[in-house]
C-alpha cells in the first residue's frame, strides 16, 4: 500500500505565527508515518519541512531550479523541475491533500491547481475562497486530513 502524501503549501516569506503552524502541521505529518511534499525552499515549506524531518517523516521538496541542492536542508528527496512555478501544478498533482499557510499568489495558484485536480484543501491564515476547508490551527488540519482519509 501507497503511502498518504500530504502537501504544505505557503509563502517562502513567513511570519514567526506561520513558520511555527507550518512546523505543527510538519511534526504531525511525519508523527503519522505520512510523506509531506512542498516546494523545497524557504518560509513555511522549509517550517513544515523541519517539523517534518525531526518527527522521522519522508520530505519531498519540488524546487522551482535546475539544481536540487536549492532545496532546503530538510528535504530528503529534491526534485529539480527547473520549472519556476510551474512547479507548483506537480505539487498539486502528486499530494492527496493540501494544507496552505498564508501565502500569496503563489500559494493561491497551488489551491486552485490542488482543486482543479479535485484535491481537498485545508487553509489555515490563507485565501478565504470557495473549496478551501478553513481551520484555526496545525491540530484541526490534521484532524480533517484524517476525516479525509478515513
Not at 513544515?48 to 517523516?57: E, P, Q, T
Not at 502528486?94 to 490542488?114: D, F, N
Not at 479535485?118 to 485565501?127: D, F, H, L, Q, R
Amino acid at each position: 500500500m501507497r503511502k498518504t502524501i500530504i502537501g504544505v503549501i505557503g509563502g517562502s516569506k513567513a511570519s514567526l505565527k506561520e513558520a511555527e503552524i507550518a512546523e505543527r502541521v510538519g511534526e504531525l505529518i511525519g508523527r503519522r508515518g505520512w510523506v509531506l511534499v512542498t516546494g523545497g525552499l524557504s518560509g513555511v515549506m522549509e517550517a513544515a519541512s523541519k517539523g517534518a524531518s525531526k518527527a522521522g517523516g519522508t520530505v519531498v521538496g519540488v524546487v522551482p531550479h535546475a539544481d536540487a541542492s536549492s532545496a532546503n536542508r530538510y528535504v530528503d528527496i529534491s526534485i529539480a523541475t527547473n520549472m519556476g512555478y510551474a512547479r507548483n501544478a506537480i505539487i498539486a498533482h502528486t499530494a492527496q491533500a493540501v494544507i496552505a499557510i498564508g501565502g500569496a499568489y503563489g500559494t493561491l495558484s497551488e489551491i486552485a491547481m490542488s482543486r482543479a485536480a479535485g484535491k481537498p484543501v485545508i487553509g489555515i491564515g490563507t485565501w478565504e475562497i470557495k473549496g478551501v476547508t478553513a481551520v484555526v490551527d496545525a491540530d484541526a488540519a490534521l484532524d480533517e486530513c484524517e476525516r479525509i482519509f478515513a
